[in-house]
Nanobody
Framework: VQLQASGGGLVQAGGSLRLSCAAS????????ISWFRQAPGKEREFVAT????????YYADSVKGRFAISRDSARNTVYLQMNSLKPEDTAVYYC???????????????????WGQGTQVTVSS
């Protein structure tokens, strides 16, 4: 499975972006998909998860109420809608997929089997 992340860019604080994570060579239908981000000099940080089956979502407290993760099964693509962006949201955003996750491991990058290449999000103040 290959993941292709896209949709990043430069946006002013308060603005919105929608990131996409497209899968090829496989399907998202049985995988848990998550978004992580990594700012310069910081560790990779969990952002959001769409649990396998596509019904349950989980968010980091820092993005809860502002970000939304969703899936388009027909396009085999997962999205991260980001609203009310803040300068502290600036980071490289990565999508990741895993088929063997348990709930307690969704925030651990080592739990995922596949990663996209990352897309830069920059929020100016």
């Amino acid at each position: 499975v290959q993941l292709q992340a896209s949709g990043g860019g430069l946006v002013q604080a308060g603005g919105s972006l929608r990131l996409s994570c497209a899968a090829s060579g496989g399907t998202f239908s049985t995988a848990t998909i998550s978004w992580f981000r990594q700012a310069p000099g910081k560790e990779r940080e969990f952002v959001a998860t769409l649990w396998r089956g596509g019904r349950n979502t989980y968010y980091a407290d820092s993005v809860k109420g502002r970000f939304a993760i969703s899936r388009d099964s027909a396009r085999n693509t997962v999205y991260l809608q980001m609203n009310s962006l803040k300068p502290e949201d600036t980071a490289v955003y990565y999508c990741a997929a895993g088929s063997r996750l348990i709930y307690s491991s969704i925030g651990n990058p080592d739990s995922y089997d596949y990663w996209g290449q990352g897309t830069q999000v920059t929020v100016s103040s």
